[in-house]
């Protein structure tokens, strides 16, 4: 039996369906868009933008819609394109499609708590977004973060789940790493928000595993989203979804990190560089040994280098 399948835009989707109106079949697969079956040929639309065309009259049936859509497989010394080598790449399609993407911060900041965000944007709602700002947030400043994110969670359907530092560190002393972590604040970050959207396009990860070493991490867990999920590095320039999540990421972590340096009475410095093993070690001058383990991730280097640095000047 020959199979092929094409990627198409979510009008074309609709226009497939209303075609195929007489064949439309009431069972559909989880994922499907609609299921429709000709005398020798059957085809199911995902809300991937996926289309599958099986059986004896595949070719010729998916041809008539070819010209609207991207061939996969791809034929040989023609460059397809999409981001990433797996299975779990996006359609080309995927920055006009409405998705739930995902991001985190924090895991490389020896203060402050890991954070993931997963928030859902709509097709409609992308002009909004990008008048707001929203968009690749890496070259931006706190204060743009701050002004962006402050109204972005106004507008959009979102997750923030905060790891605070007492749980990581009980959690990585108890062996567990921290894409482990990540992938379980992840997915319950989209699952919280797919709960709160009726319908989605698609689900987009910030790849920062394989997505088979992801899904192993979820093994066991009692809810694990898979149905339309992809993953790509470098998605916050793919999809708004993913840029608008880590902003929202980022802007809490700002939050966060300010509010944990107030509290202690010295300045949190970001990342894990010689800024933050001085601000680390007068923590421990002013509070004393304990006071890390509450706001800092303990198993980092900075731990050791700040006790140094306080024991010298207490000799
Ligand atoms: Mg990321």
Not at 65 to 75: A, E, I, R, V
Not at 97 to 119: K, Y
Not at 182 to 192: C, T
Not at 253 to 281: Q, T
């Amino acid at each position: 039996m020959s199979q092929v399948v094409l990627t198409v835009s979510p009008s074309i989707m609709n226009e497939m369906k209303k075609k195929y109106n007489s064949h439309l079949r009431d069972k559909q697969p989880p994922g499907s868009v609609f299921v429709a079956k000709t005398s020798n040929c059957t085809i199911t639309g995902y809300k991937s933008g996926k289309v599958m065309f099986q059986g004896g009259a595949a070719e010729q049936e998916a041809k008539r819609w070819q010209s609207s859509g991207t061939l996969s497989p791809k034929k040989p010394g023609t460059k397809k394109k999409t981001v990433g080598d797996h299975q779990y790449a996006p359609p080309p399609t995927i920055s006009t499609l409405s998705a739930i993407g995902s991001d985190e911060v924090g895991t490389g900041d020896f203060f402050g708590p890991m954070t993931v965000v997963a928030a859902y944007v709509d097709k409609k709602q992308m002009p909004l977004l990008k008048e707001l700002g929203v968009r690749d947030s890496k070259g931006m400043k706190d204060p743009e973060i701050i002004e962006i994110a402050r109204n972005l969670i106004k507008t959009i359907p979102y997750s923030l789940l905060i790891l605070p530092n007492e749980k990581y560190n009980s959690m990585q002393r108890k062996g567990m790493n921290q894409g482990k972590m990540k992938a379980l604040l992840h997915n319950q970050a989209i699952h919280n928000v797919a709960r709160k959207v009726d319908a989605y396009d698609a689900i987009l990860i910030d790849q920062f595993a394989k997505p088979e070493i992801y899904f192993n991490y979820l093994k066991g867990q009692s809810t694990v989203i898979k149905e339309n999920v992809y993953f790509a590095t470098k998605a916050e320039e793919i999809h708004l979804a993913v840029a608008a999540a880590s902003i929202i990421a980022r802007y809490s972590f700002v939050m966060e990190i300010d509010r944990l340096g107030k509290e202690n009475n010295v300045k949190l410095p970001k990342g894990a560089g010689p800024a933050v093993d001085s601000a680390a070690a007068k923590l421990i001058q002013k509070h004393g040994d304990q006071v890390l383990e509450k706001i800092a991730k303990m198993h980092f280097a900075n731990s050791i280098k700040a006790k140094k640095i306080a024991d010298q000047a207490r000799n």
